[in-house]
């Protein structure tokens, strides 16, 4: 397989990231309307509270796993392709044990799950269905997990976002047919979830099998001190996993037990497009990722530092552009989206949620410093003091504040408020630390995307008063507007002048290829 360059696998990288997701968003925008209109509201509050609750598990699994991909790309990179292979059967097997504590873990819960929640009566059989099939899925993703870190140590990531687009396909017509054809119930997303999942994890075996062939699983490579290794690198990885649902994994659960389930579905929903964007960002600095690792293990950090620096302008560039239009258009898409809803209420909460992410989404890619340095503790402890931060927060509030809306709107503003102090003040000033540069290195491109951010908003806001928007048409066009005028301000302000030289090379030669452009 000819070796690409990095920016054309960047590129390459990218674009399928994007495809993957979009396929992710377009299911649920379809799909959403439809559940809500047969299930009601909450059942959308049920999905999200799966998802969390199951998550929860990670804890069990993290400290062995985070660090696993690590570990293996970096002695693959090294030529020591035997070391790397004791690490891959090594999580292999432990994983393996793991998941029996799991299991068992999660069936207890789930026969009690009716007494821990608030569950109206006509959702509590469905909900324990979903509940089962997620479980399944978990254990079926944990025994394979090891098996995807091939595409990362080659950096062939476009291949795992060709494998989500086709499984999200494949996940939307079967809810089709499902939720067509039969009475509709919430647990069809719980077994969709387990078909990907098993279509995941075949794929991730062919991929090992084609990228890395030196890999193979013997119990004769297993090796104990590398487990010790793994976890003793991964347990700050554990402790930011245990802030984060400390102070956002218990968000649903609160909306349940202090509030009710219908407004846990409001939130639900409220959360929906911000954490599509989330999950983008997310992707985008897995994407940086492999690169990362590779030049901080070749020692080249001038060249690491210049592609942090073009990992947070891209970021910034992208991420402004659904973060505008969801400010300013978001009541209009909502009501259109979900009519007979509370749709006011959603774009508040949409809104308030959404300030921390125009810090974070520029900032995505420097998490993975901490990651290539092996420097976890002090990210982690922060994490956490934040994270404790935001649930003394949320649980003083519910102890002494009686309106249950205001109660909603406490619960999205804690973490906006905390996070914030933690983006601005922490995470680009540690990031430079860790690699030895000055505290400063990377404020320059967040002040640039945050600033085209409020010029943005102030360019584009006057649109939603200009035209009326009642209907999808409508919103398209007049957003359509709004998304040149991003690209425009981020194209000229945030951008410099190396990357506005790749992207026109990238569009030239694309016109190359294709002759009527």
């Known amino acids: 397989m000819a070796e690409r360059s990095k920016n054309k696998q960047l590129t390459i990288n990218l674009i399928s990231s994007f495809v993957a997701f979009g396929a992710s968003m377009l299911i649920n925008f379809f799909l959403s309307p439809f559940v809500i209109k047969r299930l009601g509201i909450s059942a959308m509050g049920f999905l999200g509270l799966s998802s969390s609750i199951i998550g929860y598990t990670s804890l069990i699994t993290l400290a062995l796993n985070a660090m696993a991909g690590r570990f293996i790309a970096i002695k693959y990179q090294e030529g020591k392709k035997d070391e790397a292979n004791k690490y891959f059967s090594s999580v292999f097997f432990s994983n393996l044990v793991l998941s029996v504590v799991v299991i068992i873990i999660l069936i207890v819960f789930l026969f009690n799950l009716d007494r821990f929640f608030k569950i109206p009566p006509h959702l509590v059989l469905d909900v324990k269905a979903l509940f089962a099939f997620s479980i399944l899925s978990t254990i079926v993703g944990l025994l394979t997990n090891v098996y995807g870190v091939a595409t990362f140590i080659k950096n062939r990531l476009e291949l795992t976002s060709i494998r989500s687009i086709i499984g999200n396909i494949l996940r939307a017509c079967s809810l089709v047919i499902l939720f067509g054809f039969f009475p509709p119930h919430l647990w069809y997303y719980g077994i969709t979830g387990v078909l990907m999942t098993l279509y995941f994890s075949f794929t991730n075996f062919g991929f090992t099998r084609r990228l890395t062939p030196e890999f193979h699983l013997s119990i004769k490579n297993y090796d104990w001190a590398k487990v010790k290794e793994l976890l003793s690198a991964g347990v700050w990885s554990l402790v930011n996993r245990l802030s984060g649902i400390i102070g956002h994994g218990f968000d649903l659960v609160i909306a349940n037990i202090f509030i009710n389930a219908t407004a846990m579905g409001l939130f639900t929903m409220s959360k929906s497009i911000p954490m599509h964007i989330i999950g983008i960002f997310g992707m985008i600095s897995g994407v940086f990722s492999p690169l990362f690792t590779m030049l901080w293990a070749q020692k080249k950090n001038e060249e690491l530092k210049s592609e942090i620096n073009k990992a947070i302008r891209i970021c910034g560039f992208l991420a402004n552009i659904p973060l505008v239009c969801l400010f300013v258009f978001g009541d209009s898409f909502y009501k259109i989206w979900l009519p007979g809803q509370d749709y006011k209420t959603i774009q508040l909460l949409t809104i308030i949620g959404a300030m921390n992410t125009v810090t974070a989404m520029p900032l995505e890619p420097l998490w993975n410093i901490f990651t290539i340095t092996n420097k976890l503790k002090i990210s982690s402890i922060t994490m956490l003091s934040i994270n404790i931060l935001i649930f003394l927060t949320l649980m003083v509030s519910m102890l002494f504040v009686e309106s249950l809306y205001t109660r909603l709107i406490i619960l999205v503003a804690a973490s906006t408020f905390w996070n914030n102090l933690k983006n601005f003040f922490f995470l680009p000033m540690y990031g430079a630390y860790c690699l030895g540069y000055k505290k400063t290195t990377f404020y320059k491109p967040l002040i640039k995307s945050v600033s085209c951010f409020i010029l943005e908003i102030a360019l584009c806001f006057p649109l939603r008063y200009i035209f009326t928007i009642d209907?999808?048409?409508?919103?398209?066009?007049?957003?359509?507007?709004?998304?040149?005028?991003?690209?425009?301000?981020?194209?000229?302000?945030?951008?410099?002048?190396?990357?506005?030289?790749?992207?026109?090379?990238?569009?030239?030669?694309?016109?190359?290829?294709?002759?009527?452009?």
């Open 471 to 517: 209907s999808w048409l409508r919103l398209f066009i007049i957003a359509s507007f709004a998304v040149a005028i991003c690209i425009i301000t981020n194209y000229n302000i945030s951008l410099e002048k190396n990357d506005r030289v790749f992207i026109k090379q990238r569009v030239a030669n694309i016109k190359n290829k294709i002759p009527w452009i």
